[in-house]
């Protein structure tokens, strides 16, 4: 019998994820426009957190996603040829982002948001970048300095060794400066760097703030998802399920050479420079 009772329970979710799923995308799939849903007055604006692996990525992703402005979950590994594409990114951040708040169902078919969000790490996911000059588009491009971010790095990445992770955060900030330089507008990019999230956290929220024009503040703390800690998705360490900005740092038994993190300093030094030019940054905000 409770074999019986937990198998029709299985099948009324099933069904009731179904009826969802083809409800979300008849809204989303019948206007042509990339950026409308129907039943919206407006359309969506899509957000991208553009940043390198152990960033920090994470924890400002859980920041935007708890202001009910935006909605997304961490990294949806999708690519991106043409606008056509947000399609995609919509209903695949409805569909997973709206269950990991656990909202009921009436809640989940609003889509009351007014930016839907993705992060983007690696350089194989603008396949053109053409569309990234769309002024429907925003970002926040997010740089960690490069002695702690090469030592989470192989930390993560346990058959990189330093040379490996170099690459690839050299590689990756290469490819940051190229596109700040293509978007080229101020008024839809914002530079910042982990120590300013950490540190300088109200004068960021103001810069977030006043980059989107939410009317809901940015907070220090943030809500737990079903995928927070989640690999593939964001940080599967321990402190980004804390729900609130923990400062204390954890320890990386990892050491990077100190001619490889001088290497790494140059790096991130030439794309600070490169994304204080082409963005809007916290410092010229009053403290």
Avoid at 6 to 34: C, M, W
Avoid at 88 to 108: A, I, N, Y
Avoid at 201 to 227: A, D, H, R
Avoid at 230 to 241: R, Y
Wanted: hydrophobic share 35%; glycine share 4%; net charge positive.
């Amino acid at each position: 019998m409770a074999k019986k009772s937990s198998g029709f329970r299985e099948s009324l979710r099933a069904l009731k994820n179904e009826i969802v799923r083809k409800y979300f995308e008849y809204r989303i799939q019948t206007p042509h426009d990339p950026y409308s849903v129907l039943f919206r007055p407006q359309p969506y604006r899509i957000l991208f957190i553009l940043s390198h692996m152990r960033s920090g990525s994470s924890l400002l992703t859980h920041i935007l996603s708890s202001n009910p402005e935006i909605m997304g979950y961490g990294e949806t590994h999708l690519q991106y040829a043409s606008e056509a594409d947000f399609k995609k990114l919509m209903l695949k951040v409805c569909l997973r982002s709206q269950e990991s708040r656990g909202f009921e169902v009436f809640e989940r078919l609003n889509m009351n948001s007014r930016y839907i969000l993705d992060k983007v790490l690696h350089n194989n996911k603008f396949i053109n970048t053409e569309f990234i000059k769309s002024e429907n588009l925003y970002f926040i491009f997010l740089i960690r300095e490069p002695q702690r971010s090469l030592a989470s790095i192989c930390e993560l990445k346990q058959n990189w060794n330093s040379e490996q992770a170099l690459r690839y955060y050299a590689g990756r900030l290469d490819y940051l400066q190229q596109y700040a330089r293509i978007i080229n507008g101020k008024k839809r990019s914002l530079f910042i760097t982990y120590e300013q999230l950490l540190n300088q956290s109200n004068l960021v929220f103001e810069g977030l703030q006043k980059l989107l024009n939410t009317q809901n503040p940015f907070s220090e703390e943030y809500q737990i998802l079903k995928t927070t800690g989640m690999k593939s998705v964001g940080d599967s360490k321990g402190n980004i399920k804390a729900g609130r900005i923990v400062r204390e740092k954890r320890k990386i038994a990892v050491d990077i050479e100190p001619e490889l993190a001088d290497l790494g300093i140059q790096s991130f030094e030439q794309c600070s420079q490169t994304l204080s030019k082409y963005c809007q940054t916290i410092s010229t905000y009053k403290i």
